[in-house]
């Protein structure tokens, strides 16, 4: 019985650790690059792949974006 008791005790703290493992982690955001690639970041920052993820306005299509050409 006390083997058993063991097991079991060895089987539940291994799925917590395991658990615990698997837990994403926060994400730290792009600014977090900049304390040491500031040289990068601002490279990246300023160009379309950092502007990508930002809403969508009229201005912004304006500013940066050209119109699509039909093709015939």
């Known amino acids: 019985m006390r083997s058993l008791s063991i097991i079991l005790l060895c089987i539940a703290f291994a799925g917590h650790a395991i658990g615990a493992e698997n837990q994403p982690t926060a ?36 500013e940066k974006l050209t119109p699509q050409q039909k093709i015939s």
């Open 27 to 62: 994400y730290a955001g792009s600014v977090s690059c900049r304390e040491c690639h500031e040289r990068f970041y601002q490279l990246w920052s300023t160009s379309m792949h950092g502007l990508a993820m930002q809403p969508y306005s009229a201005a912004f299509a304006k």
